[in-house]
Nanobody
């Protein structure tokens, strides 16, 4: 069973940058689609970005397009999220997720079957 651990969260001023990383442990031989979700206070969890296991297909929420970049950092289902030009509305707990759903575009629709990390807090102050 895959275990996911996020790191890199913290507090940053608006306009700043953070890089989140997700480390996988346990069996990582499956061809997971990897993604980042976030949940802000009082809001539903939403898919921010996703990437296919090959890295050839990505998805970004409209709110983060042009600012966030998701990348596979190795072939063992490791993933990072580079967040630039951060805004106060980006404040949320960010969760790494893995899914056997091969589509980065539809990862959010099948989130119930995801493996989840514990989450890391990102706070953007204005």
């Amino acid at each position: 069973q895959v275990q996911l651990v996020e790191s890199g969260g913290g507090s940053v001023e608006a306009g700043g940058s953070l890089r989140l990383s997700c480390a996988a442990s346990g069996p990582t031989f499956r061809r997971y689609t990897m993604g980042w979700f976030r949940q802000a206070p009082g809001k539903e969890r939403e898919l921010v970005a996703a990437i296919s296991w090959t890295g050839g297909s990505t998805y970004y929420a409209d709110s983060v397009k042009g600012r966030f970049t998701i990348s596979k950092i190795n072939v063992n289902n490791m993933v990072s999220l580079q967040m630039n030009s951060l805004k106060a509305e980006d404040t949320a707990v960010y969760y790494c997720a893995a899914s056997l759903n091969p589509s980065a575009q539809t990862m959010g629709a099948m989130s119930a079957s995801n493996y989840w990390g514990q989450g890391t807090q990102v706070t953007v102050s204005s």
